[in-house]
């Protein structure tokens, strides 16, 4: 994984910034002072890949990560793009989403090269899971391996074995091996109760019986289940047949209760007959009357409505003799009218004559306001001018005595002129002198690094000499154990008696054997590899002394040019001191130009302000005029609110006579045309009343005629007597037709039964029978009975059977698991033995890598090993995390306190390393193409800083990865051309990409 580029928006002290990881080399410096937020670029990039943070600032919540300075309507967000094997991913996680309010808080695009995009996926949960599947890290892996906190493993290297372990499980999260440690004490447990509860349950189901003694017993109870069954079924027999008879006694008794029940009927419906003729004789008469109700109905329609118009003449005559009063009221205020309106004249005269004055008084009022309003203005005016001189001549106060402002500024000009020149001078002067002194420092240190390249030099020669006469004498050995092992293999091949194909004895002593079992061959190999390595290493050295050489030389010329220098401390005095009066030169400069234009300004607002004062004043001897001759028109008259207040008055009571005049003309008109339309309802009552008299007596008539012609009824009410309504006489008719037919069908189904025994002797046949059932059904319930309870115990037996059985092989299955956990119960009795197990094998491990490394990186010379106890080959219980150093070149193990500054560096950078390595090999071979080493140089000196380059080469030329150095160290700046600069300002950083 490469980073290609970085996008922080609104992020920790970022606002709105970019980083093009691109645009640099394979080894960059990240550099800015402390708090601008060096480490937190790596932080922004595990929120984006993550959704969270780790390392050694711990995790960092939401509300830590958003800038305070963002605004409400921003976004806050975090856009990451990065390489792995030449796929483009880009992952955008937003903190905030404010412009789009939305679900999606995290967004994974993918492309090629050529930046199409094929991909794309915004579930946070998709997202984390794909981000894992490409990096193969977890976030606490990524913050481990990728950034490498370089303080934390130095600290690591040098610190005791308690110390080791507190860091290895900051490190690592052996919690997991805790929780598993307790997990296995916590299922031991678990189904040792298992085991316990089973057995107990085995004895409550068996109620300690064995299961041979509950088979029996279960056995037993189904026989006699079989031999109950078999007499249950003839008993049912019997009372099957008993029951069917019983049912045959029942139909001949019910036969013979219908036949009785049938005569009681006939009885009751004969009685019934007088009843019924009457009620067809009623309904004779009915439907007589029915033929003289429709004239009947007329007649009586008529006399209601002949009522109704005698009650609407009554009403009729009520309203016009209260329409006639209302009129005669009407015309007394009718009459008033004239006299009403000659008084509304006189108050109309009088009213315009007020309005007028009313009109000159408003007009008065508004030119004595514009007259008072002049003269405050023209006051105001006279004020601000002396306010304007009296400014004025303070100002010019300010100017030393005797001097014109543009004579001072000239002079001001000038000597700040010259404090510029002796300004340049000066800071020429600071420059030459930091530049001698840091060529100064440049060539102490070249001096240094050459005394050490010369000193290495020499160790390479002894090496390669060393090893030189080492493979002289492996080769010598190599070839003497080659003839050993020719004579071995003719020796193997000899008899006695045979000739030896050499000497020709027969006789064979001391056969040949082979002693050299040593490979020689891959020593030699091993052997020639190291004195390349040596060789390549002394040309390395030889040309780096070279180009120092070239350097030094180049320096001490540099430095003559620049002859005899002041201090830069003496540099830099003076250049405050000339930098603070030139200061003050320009503020004494810049105030006096603020004051002249001040003065300008009150010039020409007094001028201004001389003329708006000779304005005001021609205007207020107009408006005086003006006010003199509004007065003497008003004369003597009231003010305006008292012309005002009777014009009200008048006003008022003009309205009031007006709208009498109209209320009187109104009430006249409606009363008029009320008592026209009463007269006309009392002249239509009357003619309604005179046809509703002619229309009954014609009802009257024809009624009569027709009660003549019918001799049934005498008169109107022996009608009325006799109608009956049409739903009476449907239901009257009903009643008839049931009793007609019930006779008939009653008549016939009492026929119909014939012969049948009396009721008695079928009750007492069926008593006996129910006797005979009854004592069967006893017995049957009792065979029952002790079937239900034989099967019930036959159930139970075979469930406690079922049961035991199933228990038996569950506790057969769970004695197995308890053997498994009760073993690793006793075999990590205490859960810090199981932590100490994880801690150690992980330990093992990184120390097997951090030894290739250093070794790779002290050319072949130191190894790593823990503190063993070498007579017994185990771990020493009390030094088991304890480091010692192998030195190859003289066989012989220390401690790491002999080694020096940048060899413990080289260690302590190994073991950082090593980490990345152990997560690889059990990740599958994983690439990481990335790493970034936070801090850990700012104590190293210039030398042992000069041994750091070769293992940033390594990391990045010979094992291709992307190199970060974060740093504050200013050596650094000017040592790694390519750097991401941090430069704080307001409480926000600024990323500046620099490649020098």
């Known amino acids: 994984m490469k980073p290609v580029k970085l996008f922080?928006?609104?992020?920790?002290?970022?606002?709105?910034?970019?980083?093009?990881?691109?645009?640099?080399?394979?080894?960059?410096?990240?550099?800015?002072?402390?708090?601008?937020?060096?480490?937190?670029?790596?932080?922004?990039?595990?929120?984006?890949?993550?959704?969270?943070?780790?390392?050694?600032?711990?995790?960092?919540?939401?509300?830590?990560?958003?800038?305070?300075k963002r605004k409400q309507d921003e976004d806050s967000f975090v856009e990451f793009t990065f390489d792995v094997s030449g796929v483009y991913y880009k992952v955008t996680r937003y903190l905030e989403k404010v412009s789009r309010p939305t679900t999606i808080k995290a967004i994974l695009e993918v492309s090629y090269d050529s930046g199409a995009t094929f991909e794309v996926k915004s579930e946070k949960a998709e997202v984390k899971k794909d981000i894992l599947e490409i990096l193969k890290l977890t976030a606490d892996e990524f913050s481990k391996i990728v950034l490498l906190p370089q303080g934390q493993f130095e600290e690591f290297l040098t610190s005791s074995s308690d110390k080791k372990k507190e860091i290895l499980k900051k490190m690592f999260n052996v919690e997991k091996f805790t929780r598993i440690g307790e997990y296995i004490k916590t299922q031991e447990k678990k189904y040792a109760d298992e085991l316990s509860s089973l057995d107990e349950l085995n004895e409550q189901v068996s109620h300690g019986r064995k299961i041979d003694e509950l088979e029996a017993e279960l056995e037993a109870g189904q026989k006699s289940i079989a031999d109950l069954t078999s007499e249950e079924k003839k008993l049912n027999r019997k009372i099957t047949s008993i029951s069917l008879h019983q049912k045959s006694l029942n139909d001949e008794k019910n036969a013979a209760e219908k036949k009785a029940q049938c005569k009681n009927e006939l009885e009751a419906e004969k009685k019934k007959s007088s009843e019924i003729y009457s009620l067809e004789k009623i309904l004779e008469n009915a439907k007589k009357a029915d033929s003289l109700s429709v004239f009947l109905k007329d007649k009586q329609k008529a006399a209601f409505n002949f009522e109704e118009r005698k009650k609407e003449l009554r009403n009729a005559e009520e309203k016009f003799s209260k329409a006639q009063k209302d009129f005669e009221l009407s015309l007394v205020s009718f009459n008033e009218i004239p006299k009403m309106e000659e008084e509304a004249n006189v108050l109309s005269v009088e009213i315009s004559a007020l309005t007028e004055k009313l009109n000159k008084a408003k007009e008065f009022e508004i030119i004595n306001k514009i007259y008072e309003d002049v003269q405050k203005s023209s006051q105001l005016l006279k004020s601000e001018h002396e306010k304007a001189e009296?400014?004025?001549?303070e100002l010019k106060k300010m100017l030393p005595e005797g001097k014109n402002i543009?004579?001072?500024?000239?002079?001001?000009?000038?000597?700040?002129?010259?404090?510029?020149?002796?300004?340049?001078?000066?800071e020429k002067k600071l420059k030459d002198s930091l530049l001698f002194e840091k060529l100064s420092s440049e060539i102490s240190e070249l001096e240094v690094k050459i005394r050490e390249c010369t000193l290495l030099k020499t160790q390479n020669e002894a090496l390669l000499e060393k090893k030189s006469k080492q493979l002289e004498t492996a080769k010598t050995q190599s070839k003497i154990a080659s003839l050993m092992s020719q004579a071995s293999l003719l020796a193997a091949k000899l008899e006695e008696g045979i000739p030896c194909p050499v000497c020709g004895s027969k006789n064979h002593p001391h056969p040949a054997v082979n002693e050299f079992s040593f490979d020689y061959g891959k020593q030699i190999e091993d052997l020639e590899k190291e004195i390349k390595s040596i060789e390549k290493k002394n040309s390395e050295n030889e040309l780096e002394l070279n180009s120092l050489k070239i350097k030094l030389e180049e320096n001490k010329k540099a430095a003559a040019e620049l002859g005899e220098c002041i201090s830069s401390m003496e540099a830099e005095k003076n250049l405050k001191e000339n930098q603070q009066k030139y200061e003050e030169c320009v503020k004494k400069y810049d105030d006096t130009e603020k004051l002249k234009e001040k003065i300008n300004l009150l010039e020409d607002e007094i001028k201004s302000s001389v003329d708006k004062l000779n304005d005001a004043e021609k205007k207020l001897a107009q408006t005086e005029t003006e006010w003199k001759l509004a007065k003497k028109d008003l004369g003597d008259e009231l003010s305006f609110t008292a012309i005002e207040e009777k014009v009200s008055v008048a006003s008022a009571k003009y309205d009031e006579i007006v709208k009498k005049i109209a209320d009187s003309r109104k009430l006249h008109s409606d009363c008029s045309t009320s008592k026209a339309e009463c007269s006309a309802y009392l002249e239509s009552s009357a003619k309604a009343l005179k046809a509703a008299e002619t229309d009954f007596e014609n009802a009257e008539n024809v009624f009569l005629s027709k009660l003549s012609e019918n001799k049934e009824f005498a008169d109107e009410k022996a009608v009325e007597k006799a109608l009956v309504s049409l739903q009476e006489q449907k239901k009257m008719q009903t009643e008839i037709s049931v009793h007609h037919e019930n006779l008939v069908r009653l008549e016939t189904l009492l026929s119909s039964f014939g012969?049948?025994?009396?009721?008695?002797a079928v009750e007492k046949e069926l008593e006996e029978s129910s006797a005979l059932k009854e004592t069967l059904s006893a017995e049957f319930e009792k065979i029952s009975s002790q079937l239900m309870e034989l099967n019930g115990k036959c159930v139970l037996l075979e469930s406690s059977i079922r049961d035991y059985k199933k228990n038996s092989e569950k506790i057969a299955d769970i004695q197995k698991k308890h053997r498994c956990y009760q073993y690793l119960k006793q075999k990590f009795s205490y859960k810090t033995q199981l932590d100490a197990w994880a801690l150690g094998a992980y330990y093992s491990r990184i120390v097997d890598f951090a030894s290739q490394r250093f070794e790779k990186l002290s050319g072949g010379r130191y190894r790593l090993k823990q503190n063993l106890d070498f007579t017994s080959g185990r771990a020493n219980s009390d030094t088991s995390l304890d480091l010692l150093v192998e030195d190859t070149y003289f066989g012989q193990y220390s401690g790491i306190a002999s080694l020096s500054g940048g060899e413990r560096f080289e260690a302590s950078l190994s073991l950082a390393l090593a980490l990345t390595d152990s997560v690889k090999s059990r990740k599958g071979g994983i690439e990481l193409d990335s790493i970034f080493i936070d801090e850990g140089f700012g104590t190293l000196d210039a030398k042992t800083r000069?041994?750091?380059?070769?293992?940033?080469?390594?990391?990045?030329?010979?094992?291709?990865?992307?190199?970060?150095?974060?740093?504050?160290?200013?050596?650094?700046q000017e040592e790694i051309h390519d750097q991401i600069q941090l430069e704080k300002e307001d409480g926000e950083t600024h990323v500046k990409i620099v490649k020098k």
């Open 406 to 426: 543009d004579e001072y500024l000239i002079s001001l000009l000038s000597q700040k002129n010259d404090l510029e020149g002796i300004l340049k001078e000066t």
């Open 390 to 393: 009296k400014s004025l001549s």
């Open 755 to 760: 012969e049948t025994r009396e009721i008695d």
């Open 8 to 68: 922080l928006k609104n992020v920790g002290p970022f606002h709105e910034e970019k980083i093009d990881f691109s645009k640099l080399g394979g080894l960059f410096l990240i550099t800015g002072e402390t708090g601008s937020g060096k480490t937190f670029i790596f932080d922004a990039m595990t929120y984006a890949l993550y959704d969270t943070t780790c390392g050694t600032r711990g995790t960092l919540n939401n509300n830590m990560l958003i800038s305070r």
């Open 946 to 972: 000069n041994l750091i380059k070769p293992v940033l080469n390594d990391l990045q030329i010979n094992q291709k990865k992307t190199v970060g150095i974060i740093s504050h160290v200013e050596a650094f």
